[in-house]
Structure formats: C-alpha cells, structure tokens
C-alpha cells in the first residue's frame, strides 16, 4: 500500500529567505502526523505546497503514489487531486464564502466531483452534515449565523465531500474555544476511526499534537530539528528547541525564565540584542 | 490566607456590582472583584464570557452606547467619577496592554515617539528626558534602544510586544490591565514575555489583572484567578488549588476539555453545546445548567449569587455539595 | 388564501419601507422612466417629429403641457419618445463597461503576476483617452449616431470599472474560501462567476449606479455636440442642444425640460444604488 503522502527534500526560498529546507516525511494509511514549529518555522508553507497553492523550489512530493510537486492549472487535474489531498483552514470566518450555507457549499463540492442526481446529493449531504454534528437549522444557515465552532465544522464537511485519503488540518482548532475544541478534536478523531482517514496536523498547541497525532516532526526556521512518536518527542525531547518548546508550555508550578535578560544599565543604548 | 475577593480598605481595585449594557442586550451581569497592591489577578474566560469589557471597564474603554452601572474604585475613589484631570492621572496609575499590538500603535510615527508621548503631554517631562526613560525601560525589557528611532513595522510581534510594555510601565503605574497580550504571540515568546512581566512586577511591585482564555497560563502566572461564564465571575480561587481543588463545575469542566501535554486520551471531556455570552443568559437560572454535569432541578430556578467557600468564592448553588468532587484528581 | 394583489400591495410596502422615502420617490422616478422608455412613442399624444413652425417656441397651451419647441412640435411628445433613446444609451455603455470592466478584473485577479502587469498597463493606457475623444474616433468609423457614441463611451469607462473591480476581486480572490474551492478542483470561470463576483456586488452595484448617471450625462453632452443621436431624432441630449437657443431668447421651457429629465433619472439612479447597498449592509 503506497503512502498516502510522500515528501522528498522539499525547499522553498522567497528570494533570499529559506522558508523550507531540505524537509522530508510521510504519512502512511490511517497515521496522523503533526508539523510543530512556531511563526517562521515554515510549516504553514509546506501544506500550502502540499495542497498545491504554493510551488516548491525543488524537492518532490506525491499523493496516493500520484506525483503533485508542481502545483496544478487546469481544474481537471486538481479535481483529481482534490480527491487525494483535503485542507482545513485556521480561520473559521474566511474560511467559507460568506453567500453559501453549509448545504449549498456542500453539494457544490459533490457537484464537482460526481455526476450524480440531485436527490443522491442531498442525501450525502445530509449524511456529512450529520457525521460532522450539524442539526436542520445549522445546515441552511449562511455562515455569519452560525458560530466559530460550528463553521469549522461546514469546513470539515466541505473537505470530506471529497472524500480524501489526507486531511490537512491548517491550525483547524487553535481560533476555538477549549470548551469547542475538545468537541472537534473528538469529532476529528471519530471521523478517522469511521473512514480510516490520515491526517496532516500542523499546529505550535503541543497539547493538542499529543492528542490526536502518533508521528510528529518539529521545526525551526524551515528545518526539521527532531522527529519521532508523539509521546516519546514530547516526554524526552532530544534538540535544545524541541526541549524549549517543551519548557515553554505553562503548568503548575511553571516558573518562565527569561532567556535575555535586562541589559545592564550602562549597556542600555549600547549593542543589539539577540532576538 | 487567601485575601477576600470584596471591595474593602486596602484594595488598590475594588470592582463593585458591575453592569454593562450594550445596545439591548446585557453584556455584564454584575462583577465583583478585588485586586490588591502587588497581587497578580487572572481573569479567564471563553468567547462570550465578558472578561475583555470587564478590562475595557476598569480602563474606562468602553464603546460608545455602552451603559454600566456599578462601581469600579480605585484606591478608593471612583473611578467613573474623576474629572478630566483626575482621568489623565488615572490613566498614569492604570496601564493597559492589549492582545494585538499593531492595532493600538500609529504605524507612521517612530517608537520613541509612542513610548514618550505620554510622559511629555502628561507629565510634562522634557524630550530629552523621557526619551532617556524609556530607553532605560527598553532595557530592563531587553530591548536596544536604537528601537525608539525604528517604525513599528519594522519589529516582530513579540518585540513590539515587548515595547508596548515597556511603554506602560513608564508612567510607572500601580496596575497593569493586560488583555490577552500573549494570544497572539508564539509559546516561546509567551513564556519570555510572561518572564519579563513576573521581574518587573516585583521590581516595581505592579499589581496585574491578567486577561486570558487560558486556564493554564492565567493560574501559573497569577496568584488568583477568577473564572467568567456569561458575564459574571462563577469562581475566585488562588492558583494553586485551582486545578485540584476547583469550586465551580465549569473551571473543573474547562480543565478536563483541554487536551493533556502528558497523555493522549481516548476521548476528551467536552462540554456540550457552546458558551453563552451575557446576551443569552437567562435572569433567574444558572446560565451553565444546561452543560452542566452536576446540574439540579434547582439550578434551572434561581439565579446563584457569587458566595465565600473556603478562602475562594463560587457562583454555584451545590458547590458547598460538590466540594472536593470536582478536582482533577478526583474521579480522573 | 391571500390575493395576488394583496401580496404583491403588501411587498410594495414592505420594500417602500425598506427603501425610505428618498428610495421609493427615486424607484417611482424611475419606473415611470422606464415606462416612457417602453412605451413613449405610443403614450406620446401628438406626432413627437411634425411640427408648425408657427407654433414655435409657444408656452404650456391647453392639450400641451409643456409648450413646443423650436419647430413647433409638441414638448412633452418628444420628451417621451426621446425617453428610449435617452434611456437605452447609458443602459447598453454600463452593461458593456462593467461585463468588459468586470472580465478583465478578473482576469487580472485571479492569474495576478505578469498577467495583472500586462492588463493594468492595458487599461492605463485606455485611461489616456478622454471619452469625448473616443466618440468622436467613433464618428469617423462609423458615422455620427448612437452606436458609435455607445461604442465609444464604453470603451472610455471600462478602465474605470475594472481598476475599482480588480481591488475587490484581488481581496476577494486571496481569500481561504476561494483556495478552498481551487484545491477542490472547481473550474475557474465557476469561481469568479458563482464565488467571486457574488461576493463584489456591493461594490458592482455602486460602481453601475454612478456608471449610469456619468453615461447618460456624457451621452447627452455626445449628442448636444451633435456626435451622438442626429435630429430629427428625439433624444434628451438633442433636445437640450437644439432648444438651446430658447433658453436666452426667453423660452426656456423645452431645453430645461430636457434636462430635468435627465437629472431626474440620474439622481434616482443614484438614490436607489445606495439605498440597495444600504439593504445589503443591513443584511
């Protein structure tokens, strides 16, 4: 069974920035992993590359054994890959348009991608409405009804549509509510449980990682330091920055330390100051 | 001995009664709250719960068309009485800082000039002067001070965080109202921020009312911390008990729905259904009932009062019932 | 079982309610435009091109309301079977400005980078010819009248449409719920016609609203130039032209009358495009 995603040496450079270097992985059948890193780390790039809305420098990847290092034009072709390889956006307000409710948004996806009757659509519809947790009134709804929770759920509907063997999960459930981020993590999990489905989670919640990922990788400015099961990264981390990161999650007794301490007063006017 | 969470001689903030309404709805429904000098106050909340108006409040930042009843003291006068020149010296004694620091900054106006407008237009401290202040406060928050002749733009988030503290601190104030500052900045950063304010908080002796809808952060960062669900505050506990020993099933709630660093578990403990805000709950019934676990007949019926509990306060009418049940040790 | 009438008399004052006063004295306006411009010829009461030339210039008499002109043909004739021409003009130059505008907008938007680069070049060097210019370029291809005036204006305003278009479709299009539509594999011309231009129609409506009133002036200064519509033909814009003379000889009624026609439509035109956007922000 071939990988359901393959990435190989991917780069990505804006001019002279490095935003991805030299970054590898897979996610088999059924597996989740996490990309954990901070802002600059450049995991927001690599699934933007792997969804094909950004082109890598170089470096290959492939979806379902299909390669998809460049990123497609012709509808198509990423009809097709739309077929293998799903996203789910951070913000839940601009993530659907705002003139559709969650029924039209949904059939307008089954539309692209079956020929189906109309009345074959509507029951899927229903069926995904109902596998993500939403009732009669939320399904018609447009968006700006409907809270940031329950949109994030329309999303995840939109992109089962499809019906994926990847789901990238875009920072899906740091914009929520813990109260409503428990819901959907739950409801993420039961979805992989029901369709075997493999998951892509980038994320900086290492909370969040541990709960729903088996494989994480963790990177620093375009770099992956530290690699490995979840609970073993997590409980020993090996590189210093996976290891501040680690530090850097408050608990009980959680006393932060200040890497760069007040410059002394003399100094104050004097050299720059690591960052 | 946990001080008690009512306005009496000695607090430096006295929140008494607190109502505000915006247009037709109830935003807050009556807050009680108590910092003393020095103390570090954690205010956690949801989406909803009132907890950034309760800030906007006590800043005396509330929109336009708000209406609020109740009083906020400072020091012992009130605050929504001072005159115009009662306000400016207010708001040296009263900083504030919020979650997003590109929006409460001019982007074409250097740093050094945000940093030393007050102290010159209130304070009336010379140019050379104030500048010479905050480049010394830069310092102590471990920034150079060539950054006073920089733009904005020109700084991380984390940094321009960094400076929008050190901008408060100048007028050297007695609290800092801090309105999610580090929601918005990635965890190391947090945790160098939260480090910076913890120093300067015990050099300058600051009382801090720290805004978050991190539970975690606001109970190892603070030495009390008070819960709000639908604009009012359901519970006031010291930090330290906060997790093992709460007195209100929806902190106990909150707690248990957050994913654990630790261990994965097969499910979460959700609460069902979603917050409420101070629009939608009800006048005469618990607002949290209905997600409530330990919800009884009587919790639909009357509206619970904010009550004393064993050194901590709790908006809930069987927390004298649940004591010791709700903790995350217990039944975990 | 409520009537159609009943119904229908309910929804005009659900809508007058909703449009104001101004909205519904400008929708009034305006339809009774519109009205003229469908029917004009047949409601006109006398022959709007015979005249008696001993007539001319003579004020309000009983049976014609507004006076006859300078060739002694009746006023408020002309006045409505002008209202086609006068109408139908800004019409077709709005239509073709904003479908052009609009398209190369989009275009614009959706394939940015040297595509963008190449259609902004395009459309600023379309900015350097004044619209005047360009009728009267279209006289000499197509001899004077309305489909070279038309022609002309339309070309002259699609720069405008598309620069103002191109901002909104740009935010529109870098939006995540536009991504989300491309990585599902929707068509192209699917998204920007059932996602993005939706999405910009605050900003279409206000755009045609003000393209109709600077179309129907321009086409009556085209036509008062003598470019556009050619007498004996009526038209507003001629009929300011050729009544003009009126004005200082002391017979100002037929010039002014066509002016306030135009004026009138324009303002409602107006009025109306922003109460519509009005609804649509309180939406």
Redo the contacts between chains.
């Keep these: 069974m071939p990988d359901v995603l393959e990435v190989e040496k991917l780069r990505k450079e804006y001019g002279d920035l490095v935003a991805v270097d030299d970054v590898s992985f897979t996610v088999g059948e059924g597996q989740s992993l996490a990309v954990v890193g ?2 600059g780390s450049g995991k927001t790039t690599i699934a933007k590359m792997i ?3 950004e082109r890598p420098t170089s470096g290959r990847i492939s979806a379902c054994g299909n390669d998809r290092s460049i990123p497609a034009r012709a ?9 293998e390889v ?2 789910v ?1 951070q ?1 839940p307000y ?6 559709h409710s969650a029924e039209a948004a949904i059939d ?2 089954l539309r ?2 079956h020929g189906w009757t109309a009345e074959r659509r509507k029951e899927r519809v229903a069926q995904l409405a109902g596998l993500v947790g939403l009732d009669g009134r939320q399904r018609s709804v447009p968006p700006k009804s409907l ?3 329950q949109r994030q759920r329309v ?1 995840i509907a ?2 089962l549509a ?1 019906e994926p063997k990847l789901l990238i999960l875009d920072e899906s459930v740091a914009a929520l ?7 959907v ?2 409801l993420l ?1 039961d979805i992989r449980d029901a369709t075997g489905i493999s998951y892509l989670l980038i994320s ?1 919640d ?3 990682v ?3 990922t088996e494989q994480v990788i963790v990177m620093r400015k375009g770099s992956v330091v530290e690699r490995g099961p ?2 073993a990264v ?2 020993h981390p090996q590189h210093p920055y996976t290891q ?11 006393q ?8 002394p ?1 003399g ?7 690591p ?1 | 001995m946990t001080p008690p969470n009512r306005p009496e001689a000695g607090n430096l903030l006295a929140v008494t009664g607190l109502r505000v309404t915006l247009g037709a709805g109830t935003v807050l429904r009556g807050v009680d709250l108590a910092i003393r000098p020095g103390e570090a106050v954690g205010l956690v909340g949801e989406s909803g719960s009132g907890k950034s108006m309760t800030a906007k409040a006590i800043g005396r930042l509330l929109p336009r068309g708000a209406r609020s009843a109740g009083t906020i003291a400072f020091d012992g006068s009130d605050v929504y009485a001072l005159d115009a020149r009662g306000l400016r010296g207010y708001r040296g004694q009263v900083a504030m800082v919020f979650q997003d620091p590109r929006a409460h900054v001019n982007p074409v106006r250097k740093v050094g000039d945000f940093m030393t407008e007050a102290l010159r237009a209130n304070a009336g401290v010379t140019k050379a002067d104030a500048y010479a202040q905050a480049a010394d406060m830069l310092g102590q928050v471990g920034l150079d001070s060539k950054l006073l002749r920089q733009y904005p733009h020109e700084l991380s988030g984390g940094m321009l965080q960094r400076v929008m503290i050190a901008a408060a601190l100048l007028t050297r104030p007695r609290l800092l109202l801090a309105d999610e500052p580090t929601t918005a900045l990635d965890v190391t950063t947090q945790a160098e921020v939260m480090a910076i304010l913890a120093e300067l908080r015990r050099d300058f002796g600051l009382a801090l009312l720290f805004i978050t809808h991190d539970l975690e952060l606001a109970a190892a960062v603070c030495d009390r911390t008070a819960v709000m669900y639908a604009g009012q505050i359901v519970e006031v506990r010291d930090s330290a008990l906060l997790h093992t020993d709460p007195l209100h099933p929806y902190t106990a709630a909150l707690g248990a729905a957050r994913p654990d660093i630790d261990r994965s578990q097969a499910r979460l403990r959700a609460i069902p259904g979603r917050p409420l805000s101070g629009f939608e709950a009800p006048e005469s019934a618990c607002a949290f009932a209905p997600r409530c676990a330990h919800a009884a007949p009587g919790c639909e019926t009357e509206l619970p009062m904010l009550t004393d509990l064993d050194g901590g306060q709790s908006r809930c009418l069987r927390a004298a019932e649940l004591r010791g049940t709700l903790g995350v040790t217990a039944g975990a | 079982m409520t009537t159609l009438t009943g119904v229908r008399a309910r929804s005009f004052i659900r809508t007058q309610g909703r449009l104001g006063k101004a909205g519904t004295a400008s929708a009034v306006v305006l339809g009774l435009a519109v009205l003229a411009a469908f029917f004009g010829p047949w409601l006109a009461p006398y022959d709007p091109n015979s005249g008696d030339l001993q007539l001319a210039w003579v004020g309000p008499a009983a049976g014609h309301l507004l006076g006859f002109d300078f060739q002694g043909r009746d006023v408020l004739s002309r006045l409505l079977a002008g209202a086609q021409s006068s109408m139908l003009g800004p019409l077709v130059v709005v239509a073709a400005a904003m479908a052009g505008g609009a398209a190369f907008a989009l275009i614009a938007a959706w394939r940015r980078g040297a595509v963008d680069a190449f259609i902004s070049s395009g459309m600023d060097v379309l900015f350097a010819f004044p619209g005047i210019l360009l009728a009267v370029l279209a006289t000499t291809v197509f001899g004077a009248g309305m489909t070279a005036a038309v022609a002309a204006l339309s070309v002259a305003y699609l720069p405008y449409v598309a620069r103002v278009l191109r901002a909104g479709a740009l935010r529109e299009r870098n939006q995540p719920y536009i991504q989300a539509l491309e990585v599902q594999g929707a068509s192209v011309p699917r998204i920007c016609l059932a996602h993005i231009l939706p999405n910009m129609s605050r900003m279409v409506v206000a755009q045609a609203t003000v393209l109709f009133g600077y179309a129907m002036v321009d086409l009556a200064a085209i036509s008062f130039l003598g470019l556009g519509v050619q007498p004996p033909a009526a038209n507003w814009g001629v009929m300011i032209s050729e009544n003009q003379p009126g004005i200082v000889q002391g017979y100002p009624l037929p010039a002014l009358s066509a002016a306030l026609c135009v004026v009138a439509v324009v303002i409602a035109v107006n009025v109306l495009g922003e109460r519509l956007l009005e609804r649509e922000d309180a939406r």
């Design positions: 901070e802002s969804i094909g809305l509808a198509g072709k990423r009809r097709l890959r739309g077929r799903q996203i956006f913000d601009t993530s659907l348009d705002p003139r307008e996806v692209i991608h809270s940031g929770g999303a939109r992109a499809a509510d813990v109260s409503i981020q428990a819901q993590l739950n999990a900086h290492l909370a969040v541990r709960q729903l979840t609970a997590l409980d501040l990161l680690r530090e850097s999650v408050p608990r009980p007794g959680w932060p330390q200040r890497r760069i301490s007040a410059l007063v100094d104050r006017g004097a050299a720059p100051v960052v």
